[in-house]
Each structure stands twice: as C-alpha cells, then as structure tokens.
C-alpha cells in the first residue's frame, strides 16, 4: 500500500509538476511575505494615496507586493491618473498665466506711453511699479515650488531610512551577506549627503540664479547674467558629478560582492551535497528552493519600494513642470508684443524653475537606482548557484 504514491509520482505530466513547484514557491513567498513587518515603510503609501489617491489606482498594500506576480492595473490607469493630476494643475495655477499676461499687456502700454511722450518720469516709475508686481508673482511661484522640492527630499529621505533595514535584512536571508553589509553603509551615505546637498546648498544656489537673472533683465546698469549661469552651472555640474561617482562605485561594488556570494553559495552547496551522507542532496535542493523564494520575496518588497519612491517624486515633479512651463508660455506669447526686460525675466524664471526640478529628479533618480542596482546585482548569487 506503501509503495503505490512513490510508483504513480514519475507518472504524474511535467506540467502538474511544474505547476506544484510554483504553488509551493509562492506559498512559501506569500509566507515570507505576511511574517515580515512592512508598516515602517508601506506607510508612506497611506500618505500618498491620502494626498494623489483620486489620480491612483485603487492598490492595497498586500496588492503593492504582489506586483511582481500578478499586475492588479493596467498601464492605462497610471496614464489616466497623471494626465488628470496635469490638467488638475494646470487649472489651479491658471491665475499664474492671468496674472503674467495682464502685468504684461499693462507693461506694454506704459512702454508705449513712454515713448509716445519722452517722459522719463513716467518710465521710471512705471518700471518700478512693473518690477515689484512681477516679484510678486515670482517670489510666491518660487516658494511654491522650493516648498515641493524640499519637502519631497525630505520625504524620500525617511522613506529610504524605513525601507532600508527590512531590505537589507531580506538581502542577507537571500544569501546575499557580502552584498547587504557593503552596500548598506553606502546607501545611508548617499541618501544623507544628498538630502544636505540638495536642501542647504542646491535649492538656494537655483533661487539665487532666478533673481540674479531677474534683477539682470531689469537694471540697464547692473548686470548679472554670468553669474547666474555660473550657479546653475555649478549647481548641475556637483549633482552630475555625484550621480556618476555614485552610481560608478556602486555598480563595480555591488558586482564584485554580489559574485562573491554566489561562489561562496555554491561551494557551500557542494560541499552539502557531496560531504553530508545520504541527505546531502536533499538538503541543498531544499536550501536552494529557500533561497529563490527569499529572492522573489526580496525582489517583491524593491520593486514595490521602487514604486513608491517614483510615485512620491512624480507628482511633485509634474507640480513645478507646470509652473515652469506657464512661464514659458507667457514669455512666448508676449515676446512680439510685450516689454522685452519683462518678458526676459519670465523666461529667466522658467529656466530657473526648469533646473530646480532637474536637480529633483536627478536626486530621485539615485535614490531609485540604488533600489534598483541592489535588486539586480543581488540576483547574481542565485544565477551563479
């Protein structure tokens, strides 16, 4: 009676197997899953569901992990979402092109006047009335936008502080020991040096560019264009600089350690194999089975941490992209017509808002490939065993 299910075992199709295999992976992935606890950084989901959630698709946390195995949304959604959230914001900051265009035409006419009568006064004065509401507008755009980028900085900054433990744990029960311990201390780095960087040197040197380049296009006797560019420049050229030396360092680093756990996996493999008498093969195929549902797991929690760090850069993104582009548009179309010192100085606040919100995402960027490199590189041991 014994003998009977280990007979009908070979019987059974490869594909009753395969699908065996699968259900056993994924319980034991669903289990590893459900023991760990992920509130420290799934949290930050319920905040950007709270403030985004009409422009997001309807994603519990448990649906935010099962993203590697069965996708709950279409492409469609996010695409719906984002272009809501665009034309959402383009409505609520319509006042900025109203405001723009009316200081403009009201520019124009005094400029007109001006030359219709050769009287100094009136242009004096009508410049300096022009100057102060055009700083207005420009000032309180400009806190707007500062405001988003700091407070997305120090947002993403605690949401890799929660994520970095629990991955970094998973990362050493996948078998990745050397990666983990080499990699850590590297990201914290990046992540502290960055957030500094960007909020206490970055941001300011990007403000001081706008107004260096306002108060250019204003006065006729003080000029400032060069050194504003030399900030942007300076600005752009640091955060490049780091983003290569960074993400240089911790390709080759997480490479070279993600090999050597996976030589020191398979000569641990062998040995239990070939060493341990007569469960020495059991042992290491169970092992083995362990280790790619850990990944999986591993793999699960950093695309899904991956998600919810682009998700809390994207919609501050696309914020100032659409304050930056009104001030674009309002520069183009009152080029022909309007007050040139005027319309120079809009254009120069785009630009300015334009590097602001590069400096952002180049920030994210490293973020999201530390998360990224990490959840490739540590994939290296289980191909080499």
């Known amino acids: 009676m014994s003998a009977q299910p280990i007979n009908s075992q070979p019987n059974n199709p490869p594909s009753d197997l395969n699908e065996q295999v699968n259900a056993q992976v994924n319980q034991q992935v669903n289990e ?34 099962a993203l590697i195995f069965k996708p709950q949304s279409s492409i469609a959604e996010w695409f719906s979402g984002i272009l809501r959230f665009i ?33 100094s006064g009136v242009a004096s004065v009508s410049s300096v009335a022009m100057t102060g509401l055009l700083l207005m507008i420009v000032i309180e755009s400009v806190q707007t936008c500062v405001t988003y980028v700091n407070e997305t900085v120090d947002l993403m900054a605690d949401f890799m502080y929660a994520l970095l433990p629990l991955y970094m744990a998973m990362l ?26 960007m909020q206490y040197f970055l941001v300011p040197l990007f403000v001081l560019s706008i ?79 362990l280790l790619a549902s ?30 930056a582009f009104m001030y674009r548009i309002c520069a183009v179309v009152m ?13 120069a606040v785009s630009k300015g808002l334009f590097h602001l919100c590069g400096a952002l995402v180049l920030v994210s960027i490293m973020f999201l490939l530390g998360i990224v490199v990490l959840l490739i590189v540590s994939n290296i041991p289980l191909m080499i065993r």
């Open 335 to 347: 080029e022909p017509l309007g007050h040139p010192g005027m319309v120079q100085a809009v254009d």
């Open 294 to 323: 850990t990944v999986l797991a591993k793999n699960a929690v950093g695309l899904a941490g991956a998600l919810v760090l682009g998700i809390m850069v994207l919609f501050p993104a696309l914020k100032i992209l659409v304050i």
């Open 172 to 197: 050493t029960l996948s078998g990745s020991v050397t990666t983990a311990a080499a990699s850590h201390p590297i990201l914290l780095f990046i992540v502290q040096f960055s957030h500094y960087l």
């Open 87 to 119: 034309f959402h914001e383009v409505a609520e900051q319509a006042h900025i092109i109203f405001w723009l265009l009316l200081l403009l035409v009201i520019g124009s006419i005094l400029q007109t006047l001006q030359q219709s009568f050769s009287s």
């Open 32 to 65: 590893q899953l459900d023991g760990q606890n992920h509130e420290a950084w799934l949290g930050f989901w319920d905040q950007l569901t709270g403030v985004y959630g009409e422009y997001l698709p309807s994603l519990t946390k448990h649906d935010l992990l």
């Open 211 to 289: 107004l260096l380049d306002i108060v250019d296009t204003i006065s006729i006797s003080f000029r400032t264009s060069k050194m504003a560019g030399l900030c942007r420049q300076v600005g752009m050229w640091l955060l490049g600089v780091v983003v290569m030396i960074y993400m240089s360092i911790f390709s080759v680093q997480g490479v070279t350690t993600s090999v050597t756990d996976g030589v020191g996996a398979k000569t641990v493999k062998t040995i239990a194999g070939q060493f341990i008498p007569f469960i020495g093969k059991v042992v290491a195929d169970t092992t083995d089975l």
